[in-house]
Structures are given as structure tokens and as C-alpha cells.
């Protein structure tokens, strides 16, 4: 059974700034069947990137994904005060599972 | 599309909760229905699917013995019972639709969440 590690669990940046989100797998993740969401307080989690790298509908542009194999990564190019929450990646599939998160605070 | 999920519970160690999700503005047996839940200032904790075409489900081997997914598709809802409850499954329970476009997309619409709280 596959497990989704995630790093930092929580990274202080400022308004501008770049944020890098990593998920690790614990096995290889076919078909690249890795989600990112976002959660605010009191929120349901929305779906932010699939397929490890496909852009969710509605979503600003400044959030990207990368990866492939056991190693993936959440990039926000540009925080904006949105931004500043809880992310998540969700491997879906044959199995489901979800990493611990990450908190994005504010600096 | 929209998932709208029963109001909140609480619940006395040993009992069992039902939570429903009506699902609105989309093929109700086009798309399994998931669901997660969410422990007080814990992290995502995925439970289980089912197939609201067929019935068919599959459950997260940690819950497999507590947990039934049912669905009526004649009023597009579906079901997620947990039996046995103890004051660690106090938390927020969530249905998700996974979407699919020829290939899967993730869990593309949620639930509002169903708090239950057991306790004495």
C-alpha cells in the first residue's frame, strides 16, 4: 500500500514569494495519478492539479505541479493572501491516500 | 454539480451515524462517490467508494469491518454508515465525486462536510 509523505509540514513565506510543496510516495505512482488540493478553515478541500500536473478548472495559473515516478512536487509561483492555507496530495487510482500536508503560513 | 451533505450528529460511543450526500446537476451513476473525513486540526484520512451504477464498493482496510456505502439512486444520494462509533471517529465526514474525463481527475467536487462528535 502506498504512502504519500509530504515536506515541509509547515513553510513560512512572505506575500510574492515562491512556495515549493514536495510529496514523496513510498512506491512508484503509475499513470501519474497524483492530486493536489487546497483547504482553508471550515472548507472542503478543492482540487487544485491532477494527473500530477494538469491544472484544475478554475484555478489561477500560478499553481503548477511536477513529478513523476515517487517524487512530486506543488509549486505557487507568486503567493497572493488567498493563498495561505493547507495542501494536500492525493494518490487515486487502484488505491487511494492522502499525505499529511502542508500548512503555508504567512511570515 | 453540487454534493449536499446531512447536518451535523453526535453520538454515544457504541452507536452508529448515517451520513447522506444528495447529489444535484450531474449523472448521479456516472461517477463514484467518495468518501474522507477529517479529524479535529488532523489531515485528510480517506474511507472508502462506492459505484452509484452498480453498488459495488471498496473501503480503506482500517474501517472495512465498520463502515457500509449504500446508494438510492432513485433520489440520487448516497450513504455512508459507520458502526461501533468510538471518540477517535469524531470528526468531519466529506463525499467527493471523482471525476473522469477518459482518465481519471481527482476528487473534483465536495461535500460541506458532516460534523459528528461522539462522546458520553
Known amino acids: 500500500e502506498i504512502e504519500l509523505t509530504q515536506s515541509p509540514g509547515t513553510l513560512s513565506l512572505s506575500l510574492g514569494e515562491r512556495a515549493t510543496l514536495s510529496c514523496r510516495a513510498s512506491q512508484t505512482i503509475r499513470s501519474s495519478s497524483l492530486a493536489w488540493y487546497q483547504q482553508k478553515p471550515g472548507q472542503a478541500p478543492r482540487l487544485l492539479i491532477f494527473?500530477?500536473?494538469s491544472g484544475a478548472t478554475g484555478n489561477p495559473e500560478r499553481f503548477s505541479g511536477s513529478g513523476s515516478g515517487t517524487d512530486y512536487t506543488l509549486t505557487i509561483s507568486r503567493l497572493e493572501p488567498e493563498d495561505f492555507a493547507v495542501y494536500y496530495c492525493?494518490?487515486?487510482?487502484?488505491?487511494?491516500?492522502f499525505g499529511g500536508g502542508t500548512k503555508v503560513e504567512m511570515k | 454539480v453540487q454534493l449536499v451533505q446531512s447536518g451535523a450528529e453526535v453520538k454515544n460511543p457504541g452507536a452508529s451515524v448515517k451520513v447522506s450526500c444528495k447529489a444535484s446537476?450531474?449523472?448521479?451513476?456516472?461517477?463514484?462517490i467518495h468518501w474522507v473525513r477529517q479529524a479535529p486540526g488532523q489531515g485528510l484520512e480517506w474511507m472508502g467508494w462506492i459505484n452509484p451504477n452498480t453498488g459495488g464498493t471498496n473501503s480503506a482496510q482500517k474501517f472495512q469491518d465498520r463502515v457500509a456505502m449504500t446508494r438510492d439512486t432513485s433520489i440520487t444520494t448516497a450513504f455512508m454508515e459507520l458502526t461501533g462509533l468510538k471518540s477517535d471517529d469524531t470528526a468531519v465526514y466529506f463525499c467527493?465525486?471523482?471525476?473522469?474525463?477518459?482518465?481519471?481527475?481527482?476528487?473534483?467536487?465536495w461535500g460541506q462536510g458532516t460534523l459528528v462528535t461522539v462522546s458520553s
Open positions: 492525493h494518490h487515486y487510482g487502484n488505491s487511494h491516500v
Open positions: 494527473d500530477a500536473s
Open positions: 467527493a465525486r471523482l471525476g473522469h474525463d477518459n482518465k481519471l481527475v481527482g476528487l473534483d467536487y
Open positions: 446537476a450531474y449523472t448521479f451513476t456516472a461517477f463514484h
